[in-house]
């Protein structure tokens, strides 16, 4: 197969292995947007990985007032787990801790109205957090909407009563090698910048980058996963490495997504950041991408094909 690269930077023949996930998406609002930035970062925190976080979140992206249900300025975040009932209690637990906490903010169904498939479900949320009020709460109808206005000391909450947990994938995901730390993790933040303006994905490790990669299981029997060692420069000399010599640190972004085609065009986006023309000497020498050999999920993201046109324009080359 002819080899591809983008820039110089060879684009390795390799594919991402990804998960049915279940997720939603909630709307925050607050009086200003610095107070629902605050409200979307603390509600997804500590929300990595479904290993040991229980969810994965990020804030997707800011909304002006106009996109918002209540005219105020907003984000909209989404969740994932693995199953709806997986969802369940953190939704109960990061709203109540943190949005009914935070000043001015309100909390709305992101996936509104509520979809009509068969696979779609609904998760209590301010139906959960009413008994709050004391029995001072009351329910009412704005704008089509099951709303609870529980009263706390700046005025109430309102909270949405439900919303829907719909299917999704989570663990798309894509490699950036490099000649130094400081290079892959520039060519990082371009990547992470370019996909954050793409709809319907999240990246939920800090910043959106991960340094630990994981393989499945562990010579340690209370372990799943441990450490990628094929992608540790450290461990070139006493392990079977996937890393040639120049390079010197791996780091990965990994993207969940409320469909494949979001997180297809998100990892092209991102993927074409990496490996900008104009970032003068960028030290990136591959993209790779991780997967645990086709077995584990049946969402494949070859990092060619989605790289290819029509997709995204990109150029070739023989070896």
Not at 187 to 207: H, K, L, N, T, Y
Request: with cysteine; aromatic share 6%.
């Amino acid at each position: 197969m002819p080899s591809m690269h983008i820039n110089n930077i060879i684009i390795r023949d390799n594919f991402a292995e990804a998960f049915d996930m279940r997720a939603t998406r909630l709307i925050i609002t607050a009086d200003t947007a610095h107070w629902a930035r605050v409200a979307g970062q603390v509600m997804t925190g500590f929300a990595t990985s479904v290993i040991a976080c229980g969810v994965e979140a990020a804030v997707e992206h800011e909304l002006t007032p106009n996109e918002t249900p209540d005219g105020r300025p907003g984000v909209a975040v989404l969740l994932f787990g693995f199953s709806h009932e997986s969802l369940i209690d953190p939704i109960r637990n990061r709203v109540g801790q943190t949005i009914l906490t935070c000043p001015g903010t309100a909390c709305f169904a992101g996936i509104d109205p509520l979809p009509a498939e068969e696979n779609a479900k609904k998760i209590p949320m301010g139906q959960a957090l009413r008994y709050f009020g004391d029995g001072w709460q009351t329910v009412k109808r704005v704008g089509g909407r099951r709303m609870w206005r529980i009263p706390v000391m700046d005025g109430e909450f309102l909270c949405e009563d439900r919303v829907a947990s719909v299917p999704a994938i989570g663990g798309g995901n894509f490699l950036v090698l490099g000649e130094s730390r400081a290079a892959a993790l520039a060519a990082c933040e371009r990547a992470v910048a370019a996909m954050s303006r793409c709809p319907s994905v999240i990246m939920p490790f800090p910043g959106g980058v991960v340094r630990s990669g994981s393989k499945v299981g562990s010579r340690y029997k209370i372990l799943v996963a441990s450490t990628n060692d094929a992608y540790c420069p450290t461990l070139r000399g006493v392990t079977k490495t996937a890393l040639p010599d120049q390079v010197a640190a791996v780091y990965e972004i990994v993207i969940d997504g409320l469909n494949y085609a979001a997180i297809a065009a998100a990892m092209a986006v991102g993927i074409r950041a990496a490996c900008d023309e104009n970032a003068e000497n960028s030290g990136v020498v591959a993209i790779d991408a991780g997967n645990y050999g086709g077995n584990l999920g049946r969402h494949h993201f070859h990092l060619r094909q989605i790289l290819a046109p029509p997709n995204v324009a990109s150029a070739e080359s023989q070896p």
